[in-house]
């Protein structure tokens, strides 16, 4: 549990929009220790964190970066990818959905797969390219559901990039979604130690902002 050098780079791009945030509605999902978020909420948005509801500990350290940033009016709720929960259902629409790293390679989805279930997965396996999708998917069909509330809602993701075999182009073809790619250097994040941290180094990180593809909405 520590800040991905993916969290730097969106935490960088909310800064840069911070005079727009107040007031908003903003969900970051897979958020971990929260950097995005909490960033957000002292920018003046209405914020919700949310982790796997799977992950009791991640989402008590979400709780912990509240408290340790004396943000108590933040929500705290377990979300499961791909799941419809009484939780989700519960979810007031958004104006802006975070997503750091949630977009990662096999060898993260063989990492979660070898400490939740206790065996030992290896890069041979057929298990990777399925799961990896389905992950992807699960991902989006969430989003998905929270644009049905809220149309008008944006997917403000980041993505560390570590192979150029995985996409989610046509998963956003699917679900009828549209990307828009943000050059780092357009609010400042093209660097190596932004806001004077070690983050993102020499990582490749990319900005990507996804809303409804249909124009009517």
């Known amino acids: 549990m520590y800040v991905w050098p993916c ?24 958020a971990g220790v929260s ?13 919700i964190l949310s982790d796997s509801s799977e992950l009791p500990h991640c989402l008590e350290v979400c709780r912990q970066s509240c408290l340790m940033n004396d943000l108590p ?5 377990g979300l499961t990818w791909g799941h419809v929960s009484r939780d989700l259902l519960a979810l007031p629409p958004q104006d802006i959905i975070l997503a750091s790293d949630v ?15 206790g065996r030992r997965y290896t890069v041979d396996e057929p298990v990777h390219k399925s799961s990896l999708s389905s992950d992807f998917e699960d991902i989006l069909t969430t989003v998905y559901f929270l644009m049905q509330k809220n149309p008008k809602v944006q997917l403000w993701s980041t993505y560390q990039v570590r192979s150029a075999d995985w996409s989610v182009e046509a998963l956003l073809y699917k679900w009828d979604m ?8 357009s609010f400042d994040a093209n660097k190596e130690d932004i806001a004077e941290s070690a983050l993102p180094g020499r990582h490749t990180v990319e900005m990507l902002v ?8």
Do not use: M, T
């Open 35 to 47: 950097l995005p978020g909490i960033l957000a909420a002292k920018c003046g948005a209405e914020v």
């Open 178 to 185: 549209k990307c828009v790619h943000i050059p780092l250097e």
């Open 7 to 30: 969290a730097v780079v969106l935490a960088q791009y909310l800064w840069f929009h911070r005079r727009s945030l107040p007031g908003k509605a903003v969900l970051e999902i897979g």
């Open 73 to 77: 009016q933040v929500h705290i709720v």
């Open 210 to 217: 996804i809303s409804f593809a249909k124009d009517s909405l």
């Open 103 to 117: 977009f990662f390679e096999p060898e993260g989805k063989l990492l979660w797969l070898n400490r939740k279930l």
